[in-house]
């Protein structure tokens, strides 16, 4: 079989390596992001102590103020919601930042992705959203049922479902049927800074009938698609969301329906820095 088609959505991921001239963020002892030549002499000015081991605070709390100032010197977005920050996906919370300045920290970020499952006598079907024409990150574009950054202090089973009730109207008795499929990783330099991405895969078989809604805000409309005609865009086309390419494969594999004989697409899915 040939992979080339999948295994390209792999490598526009994880685009770069670390530390790849990127000076390490420090909390203290522990190691918590990467930056930029030009945002850690930013930093240098804004509480940050420089040193051989990189850019280091000593309080959390510090890194909100200088997140501010970044942004007004064109160096990330504001925008009003907290992430937890973590060294490690399972480390302990040493603070929180704003979602719009993680990238430009390069810490982890956390999220929640959803593949709404429809079982039919001919094969695997699933629910894909359009994404709205004027969305800032990959704008109509396809994407996942339900998928949503992890805020500060949730656990991923309840962002899942405060999500799918925002997203798509989906029920919370029924979306708390979702399982646990996968834990994903990628490390991806993008224009807003490094993506250190870790996304929590859950699924969710549909009844027959149920209709997801779209919020009108984040996506256009859904479809349900045969699983074997995703796959197909997946391998000729560009129109899937970067990290829902991720997420695809993620389902496909493990439903089968792709092989992956020497581990390339098992080995490129799980990347966490």
Request: aromatic fraction near 4%.
């Amino acid at each position: 079989m040939d992979l080339d088609g999948l295994l390209r959505h792999l490598r526009a991921c994880n685009n770069t390596e670390l530390p790849g001239g990127r000076v390490p963020l420090r909390l203290r002892a522990q190691r918590i992001g990467w930056l930029s030549p030009e945002v850690a002499r930013l930093l240098a000015g804004l509480g940050g102590e420089a040193g051989p081991e990189g850019i280091t605070f000593q309080d959390a709390a510090a890194l909100g103020p200088a997140s501010v100032a970044l942004a007004a010197a064109g160096h990330g977005r504001i925008r009003g919601e907290a992430f937890d920050i973590r060294a490690t996906p399972e480390g302990p919370v040493l603070g929180v930042l704003d979602r719009g300045a993680v990238p430009v920290f390069g810490v982890l970020a956390q999220g929640v992705h959803l593949n709404g499952l429809v079982r039919r006598p001919d094969g695997l079907h699933v629910w894909l959203g359009l994404r709205a024409a004027d969305k800032a990150v990959a704008p109509g574009m396809l994407d996942n049922l339900v998928a949503g950054g992890l805020s500060a202090g949730l656990t991923p089973e309840a962002c899942l479902i405060k999500e799918a009730g925002e997203e798509a109207a989906i029920p919370p008795e029924l979306a708390a049927q979702s399982r646990r499929a996968s834990r994903l990783g990628y490390v991806m330099a993008a224009p807003e800074g490094l993506r250190r991405d870790v996304l929590h895969v859950f699924d969710l078989d549909l009844p027959e009938g149920f209709m997801p809604v779209p919020d009108g805000d984040e996506v256009e409309r859904f479809d349900l698609w045969p699983a074997r005609e995703v796959l197909d865009v997946l391998r000729r086309e560009d129109s899937v969301k970067f990290n829902v390419a991720l997420v695809l494969i993620d389902l496909f594999l493990r439903e089968g329906l792709v092989g992956d004989p020497d581990g390339r697409l098992r080995g490129g899915l799980d990347r966490f820095a």
